[in-house]
């Protein structure tokens, strides 16, 4: 007896030209209640939304779509698609200037190039680092985006441009702040990982030595979701305020009565 391939849900479409998508709805949180289906979702851009994929977007009542790429992504990619009613927020999580030429030469590069600045663990010890700084330099950002959660932007979609990222930080950080289990924002950030959901590598070299066997091995720490990354945020968090609590009222401004009318907006109880 063959085992058939699971079908991705309903309510978690494969979009044609929107990668990484879904609702974040239902993950538990530390005091046994659970996140509201429908309120946070997440994705990879918006700029190559077919019209199927922009007439699925536009049931689902979004309020607010938080766009965290930087000026060089959407010149790269384009901007969003256009939803009626729906606000679009830029909030870029990194400098343009910051990984330009890196990010070229993983365009670009030939092998001897990205063996000297992605061999022996160094494209994943960049990686933890750009995590490690989006979290400690990124903080006026990201309590922006909370503050704007409280208030009234929801039901809301984050993105970056594969979703993995500065989106997975941006949604950790919300989850974070409304009480989600640890073991659960993992597991929702691993899931970019999926085949359907993973971003693709794009090379200006498309012949088959383009991406040889040995270069989609020195590429993968970066188009990966690996738990080190987002536990080197996690102990950034833990290294810099003491814990998650500081961190929030600290370091993002967030008062008590802000996060509880957060969890009002994302948090219901279980079933």
């Given at each position: 007896?063959?085992?058939?391939?699971?079908?991705?849900?309903s309510?978690?479409?494969?979009?044609?030209?929107?990668?990484?998508?879904?609702?974040?709805?239902?993950?538990?949180?530390?005091?046994?209640?659970?996140?509201?289906?429908?309120?946070?979702?997440?994705?990879?851009?918006?700029?190559h939304?077919?019209?199927q994929?922009a007439?699925?977007?536009?049931?689902?009542?979004?309020?607010?779509i938080?766009d965290?790429?930087n000026?060089?992504?959407?010149k790269?990619?384009?901007?969003?698609v256009?939803?009626?009613?729906?606000?679009n927020?830029n909030?870029?999580?990194?400098?343009?200037?910051?990984?330009a030429e890196?990010?070229?030469?993983v365009?670009?590069?030939?092998?001897?190039?990205?063996?000297?600045?992605?061999?022996?663990?160094?494209g994943?010890?960049r990686m933890?680092?750009?995590?490690?700084?989006?979290?400690?330099?990124?903080?006026?950002?990201?309590?922006?985006v909370l503050h704007?959660?409280?208030?009234?932007?929801?039901?809301?979609?984050?993105?970056?441009?594969?979703?993995?990222?500065?989106?997975?930080?941006s949604i950790a950080?919300?989850?974070?702040?409304?009480?989600?289990?640890?073991d659960?924002i993992e597991?929702?950030y691993?899931?970019?990982n999926?085949?359907?959901?993973?971003?693709?590598?794009h090379?200006?070299?498309?012949?088959?030595?383009g991406?040889?066997?040995?270069i989609?091995?020195l590429l993968?720490?970066?188009?990966?979701?690996r738990a080190?990354?987002?536990h080197?945020?996690?102990?950034t968090i833990e290294e810099?305020?003491?814990s998650?609590?500081?961190?929030l009222?600290?370091g993002?401004?967030l008062t008590q009565e802000t996060?509880?009318?957060?969890?009002?907006?994302?948090?219901?109880?279980?079933a």
């Open positions: 007896m063959t085992q058939q391939t699971p079908q991705v849900p309510t978690e479409p494969e979009l044609s030209g929107v990668r990484n998508f879904r609702d974040v709805g239902g993950l538990p949180t530390v005091d046994g209640r659970r996140l509201r289906h429908g309120r946070l979702f997440r994705s990879g851009h918006l700029a939304a077919t019209e994929d007439a699925f977007l536009a049931t689902l009542g979004l309020h607010t938080f965290f790429r000026a060089a992504d959407q790269l990619e384009g901007p969003d256009d939803l009626p009613g729906v606000r927020v909030i870029p999580l990194t400098d343009p200037a910051d990984g890196f990010w070229k030469m365009r670009d590069g030939d092998i001897n190039q990205l063996r000297s600045v992605l061999s022996d663990g160094r994943a010890d933890a680092h750009s995590y490690r700084t989006i979290i400690r330099e990124r903080t006026a950002e990201h309590s922006r704007a959660l409280a208030e009234d932007s929801v039901p809301a979609l984050m993105h970056c441009a594969a979703g993995k990222d500065r989106a997975g930080l950080v919300s989850l974070l702040a409304v009480g989600v289990e640890r659960a597991a929702d691993l899931k970019s999926d085949p359907h959901r993973r971003y693709k590598m090379r200006s070299d498309t012949s088959p030595a991406l040889s066997a040995e989609v091995e993968n720490p970066l188009f990966d979701a080190t990354y987002l080197a945020a996690f102990d810099t305020w003491g998650t609590d500081r961190y009222a600290e993002l401004g996060r509880e009318r957060l969890r009002d907006r994302l948090v219901e109880d279980a």
